[in-house]
């Protein structure tokens, strides 16, 4: 079992900034990816960016060069730093972790975020 803590979000202007971090704790080795998801009301959950446990980073085509994701492997955690923020990343965030386990997969999710972004 993984566990998936999140903290940061909040409410901010448009342009603004948030960083939002997702604490992995339990049976953490086998983590293969680290991703952000976001759900808008009305909306189904959409990928919003990925890294691998080699490093990799992939994201999503609108918040590419605006969003960062990044992980901390001595503190177990991943990070999403959000910047030029716009009304439509209003959304609740979600941290996933992808575990290989053998050759089966099993994903974890963080408790979700809420990011307001209006002025």
């Known amino acids: 079992q993984v566990q998936l803590v999140q903290s940061g979000g909040g409410l901010v202007q448009p342009g603004g900034s948030l960083r939002l971090s997702c604490a992995a704790s339990?049976?953490?080795?086998?983590?293969?990816?680290m991703n952000w998801y976001r759900q808008a009301p009305g909306k189904q959950r959409e990928w919003v960016a990925s890294v691998t446990s080699g490093g990799s980073l992939a994201y999503l085509d609108s918040v590419k060069g605006r969003f960062t994701i990044s992980r901390d492997n001595a503190k177990n955690t991943v990070y999403l730093q959000m910047n030029t923020l716009k009304p439509e990343d209003t959304a609740v965030y979600y941290c996933?972790?992808?575990?290989?386990?053998?050759?089966?997969?099993?994903?974890?999710w963080g408790q979700g975020t809420q990011v307001t972004v209006s002025s």
């Open positions: 339990g049976s953490i080795f086998g983590i293969a990816t």
């Open positions: 996933k972790a992808v575990v290989k386990r053998g050759v089966e997969l099993d994903a974890y």
